[in-house]
T-cell receptor
Framework: AQSVTQLGSHVSVSEGALVLLRCNYS??????LFWYVQYPNQGLQLLLK??????LVKGINGFEAEFKKSETSFHLTKPSAHMSDAAEYFC????????????FGAGTQVVVTP | EAQVTQNPRYLITVTGKKLTVTCSQN?????MSWYRQDPGLGLRQIYY???????DKGDVPEGYKVSRKEKRNFPLILESPSPNQTSLYFC????????????FGPGTRLTVL
């Protein structure tokens, strides 16, 4: 069975500082990997995903993530935080042999301080 | 506008009173899914559907039913709601291939007293 772990339920960053959100998965076969963002009182929207090919993936709003198979990780980064990045971020995985199932991590709430 | 809609957005009900939360998408998507979101647990998948008349269990299907009689609609049915089903529910849809992006509805906040 696969699982998804996000380190840190809350992260506080200063405006202009690096944003780093950690995601590790456990799976015998590398799954499809996703980062979704949820702004207050809204549904989720996709930030970026890794399915195949280049392991460094660029997404919307200046975010990127790198798939590291040896570390079973898919950490999300943004070089310079903006106030509008305040939201909850979810890492999610989908097994390649049963792609209808999508499993989410517990989420990381990001607070951006001036 | 391409979207996933859910109704109602807010619902307060009592234990045992059957209810249905509707979900509709206008993107001609093959795949639809239901999730519940609880603090500290993230989103957990309840049921999903690969196509019309094809549904399968997610991680937390107990106490829920779904049906997919037509491509655009995927209602979630709670036949006898209990307080532990108080949660925020999201419907999502996608084109229907591996690794595809899921598009989420705005959510339905359900309280069962």
């Amino acid at each position: 069975a696969q699982s998804v772990t996000q380190l840190g339920s809350h992260v506080s960053v200063s405006e202009g500082a690096l944003v780093l959100l950690r995601c590790n998965y456990s799976s015998s076969v590398p799954p499809y990997l996703f980062w979704y963002v949820q702004y207050p009182n809204q549904g989720l929207q996709l930030l970026l995903k890794y399915t195949t090919g280049a392991t460094l993936v660029k997404g919307i709003n200046g975010f990127e993530a790198e798939f590291k198979k040896s570390e079973t990780s898919f950490h999300l980064t943004k070089p310079s935080a903006h106030m509008s990045d305040a939201a909850e971020y979810f890492c999610a995985v989908s097994p390649t042999d049963s792609w209808g199932k999508l499993q989410f991590g517990a989420g990381t709430q990001v607070v951006v301080t001036p | 506008e391409a979207q996933v809609t859910q109704n109602p957005r807010y619902l307060i009900t009592v234990t045992g009173k059957k209810l249905t939360v509707t979900c509709s998408q206008n993107m001609n998507h093959e795949y639809m899914s239901w999730y519940r979101q609880d603090p500290g647990l993230g989103l957990r998948q309840i049921y999903y559907s690969m196509n019309v008349e094809v549904t399968d269990k997610g991680d937390v299907p107990e106490g829920y039913k779904v049906s997919r009689k037509e491509k655009r609609n995927f209602p979630l049915i709670l036949e006898s709601p209990s307080p532990n089903q108080t949660s925020l529910y999201f419907c999502a849809s996608s084109l229907g291939f591996a690794g595809d992006t899921q598009y989420f509805g705005p959510g339905t906040r359900l309280t069962v007293l």
